[in-house]
C-alpha cells in the first residue's frame, strides 16, 4: 500500500469514528491546491537540465499550510499529497495554528554541486513565490534540502516581495532562524518516548533502543537518548549499520559519521546487515529514515515492545494490525516527530515579532507542546476506545473538521 492509500485509510477510519459528515469528510480530504512546475537549469557544465517541482498546499483552515521541500529522486505526486495531508493533521496534533502542505523536487542532490542546487532552488522558488508567503504557505527544510537551501528561497523570495524572513522556517540562524532548531525533531522525539514511557511506569534510562537513520533526526534522537540514559544498541543509515549490545559509544559514532559520511567501518561495535536492523532485540525501536519500511513482511518478526515513528509513515497498515495484536505500542507519526514542525512555528512566531528567544525558552515550550499533544492524544484515545495511531488521527481531523465549519463551511 502507497503512501498516499495508506494515509487516507488512516484519516477515513478516524473520519468513521468521529461520525464526520460525508461531504464535509471529502471535503478535508481533496487538497485545497496542487502545483506542478518545471524547473530548467544550466549544469555546471554548460548542458540544460530539467526537473520536475511539485507542492502541494492541503488545507489552511487552521492557518497558513505549513510543510517541508525534500529533493529526491523518488519525489513523486503520490507521496506528496499523502505529506502533505499528514501535516495537517500533525499541526493540528501539536495545536499549532497551521494547515498542512509538502513540496519536493524529483532530482538526485548528491549528484548536484552546490551551484547547481541553489540555481534548482532558485527557479523553483521563482516558479511558485506567488503562491507561498508568510500568512499562506511557509516551506521548511525536508529529506535532502536544509538551512542553506532555506536561505535561497528565503532570498529568491524577497527579491519579488521584500525582506520576508517568516517565509520559510528552518533558516540559518544568521538570517532569523531559532536557536534549536536544528535538534528539535530528535529532541521532540525524546519527550515523546518520555511521556509514552512514563505511562507505563518507566523512562528513558536503562531502555534499549534501536535506531534505523542516522541524518539529522535519527542523530540527534541518538545523543539527546543517550545524554538521558538510554542504551542505544544499534544503528543503520545508508552506508551500513551497527550493533553493539553493551551500548553504543554515540558521541564517538557522530564524529565517525562526519568524518566519513556514514556510520560504515564504526570500530565501536559489529557490523550487521541493516536489513535486519528492524528485528534486533531491543525496547523501544525508532524508524528515522524513509517510509513504510515496517510492512507485513517483518512485522511478525519485529521484538520492540515500543515504536516510536520519527520517520514519517514508517509502517503500513497491514503490519499495523499484526503489531497490535503482538501487543506493540506505536506512538504514530503525527504526535512523535511533531518537534520540528512545533519549533518552525515558534521560528514563524519570532520572525514576526522581531524578537529571538534563548534556547533554553525554545527547549522548554517544546516540551510543553509535546507533553500537552500526548495527553490530548491519550484523551481521544479513551473517549473513542482506540489505539494511539486512531487517537492522534481522530484529534487531528476533529480539530480540522471544526475549524472548517467554523469559518463558515455549509453541507
Known sequence: MNALAATSRNFKQAAKLLGLDSKL????????REIKVECTIPKDDGT????????????????????????????????????????????????????????GIGCSPGELSISELERLTRVFTQKI????????????????????????????????????????????????????????????????TEALLAEHGKGIAGQRFVIQGFGNVGSWAAQLISEAGGKIVAISDVTGAVKNINGLDIAQLVKHSAENKGIKGFSGGDAIDPNSLLTEDCDVLLPAALGGVI???????????????????PTDPEADEILSKKGVLILPDILA??????????????????????????????????????????????SHNCDLRMGAFTLGVNRVARATVLRGWEA
Open 295 to 313: 510492512n507485513k513482511d517483518n512485522a511478525n518478526d519485529i521484538k520492540a515492545k515500543y515504536i516510536i515513528e520519527a520517520a514519517n509513515h
Open 129 to 192: 513565490h506567488d503562491l507561498i508567503g508568510i500568512h499562506t504557505d511557509v516551506p521548511a527544510p525536508d529529506m535532502g534540502t536544509n538551512s542553506q537551501t532555506m536561505a535561497w528561497i528565503l532570498d529568491e523570495y524577497s527579491k519579488f516581495h521584500g525582506y520576508s524572513p517568516a517565509v520559510v522556517t528552518g533558516k540559518p540562524v544568521d538570517l532569523g532562524g531559532s536557536l534549536g532548531r536544528d535538534a528539535a525533531t530528535g529532541r521532540g522525539v525524546l519527550f515523546a
Open 25 to 32: 469528510e471529502k471535503s478535508l480530504l481533496i487538497p485545497f
Open 48 to 103: 540544460l537540465a530539467s526537473y520536475v517541482g511539485f507542492r502541494v498546499q492541503h488545507d489552511n483552515a487552521r492557518g497558513p499550510m505549513k510543510g517541508g521541500i525534500r529533493y529526491h529522486h523518488e519525489v513523486d505526486p503520490d507521496e506528496v499529497n499523502a505529506l502533505a495531508q499528514l501535516m495537517t493533521w500533525k499541526t493540528a496534533v501539536a495545536n499549532i495554528p497551521y494547515g498542512g502542505a509538502k513540496g
Open 337 to 382: 516527530n511533531s518537534g520540528g514542525v512545533t519549533v518552525s512555528y515558534f521560528e514563524w512566531v519570532q520572525n514576526i515579532q522581531g524578537f529571538m528567544w534563548d534556547e533554553e525558552k525554545v527547549n522548554a515550550e517544546l516540551r510543553t507542546y509535546m507533553t500537552r499533544a500526548f495527553g490530548d492524544v491519550k484523551a481521544m484515545c479513551r
